[in-house]
């Protein structure tokens, strides 16, 4: 599986933004996808995830009511949909596919797409 993200920029605070997370390669033996980011000097924390076919979703606390995580599976296309962002979302956003230990953990990665929050 090949994971292309895009959607990534420098937006102000208060803004909006939608991530894209194109898969190919087999995408359809995953049965779910997430979201993570990666701050500068911080480690890898996740974001959202999920279920291809029932489209249950699973997110972190701290972006509940501001994040949206959505598929359309006719295009093997995960989002991110992020709104009222703020400086300390600035981070490398990361999609990946093939849970070994959903939601947390999956084998294949995409390359990250980074995302800037100005004040």
């Known amino acids: 599986v090949q994971l292309q993200a895009s959607g990534g920029g420098l937006v102000q605070a208060g803004g909006s933004l939608r991530l894209s997370c194109a898969a190919s390669?087999?995408?359809?033996?995953?049965?779910?996808m997430g979201w993570f980011r990666q701050a500068p000097g911080k480690e890898r924390e996740f974001l959202a995830a999920?279920?291809?076919?029932?489209?249950?979703?699973y997110y972190a606390d701290f972006v509940k009511g501001r994040f949206t995580i959505s598929s359309d599976n006719t295009k093997n296309t995960v989002y991110l949909q992020m709104s009222d962002l703020k400086v300390e979302d600035t981070a490398v956003y990361y999609c990946?596919?093939?849970?070994?230990?959903?939601?947390?953990?999956?084998?294949?990665w995409g390359q990250g797409t980074l995302v800037t929050v100005s004040s």
């Open positions: 390669g087999r995408p359809e033996r995953s049965y779910g």
């Open positions: 999920i279920r291809r076919l029932s489209g249950n979703t």
């Open positions: 990946a596919s093939d849970p070994t230990n959903y939601p947390w953990e999956y084998n294949y």
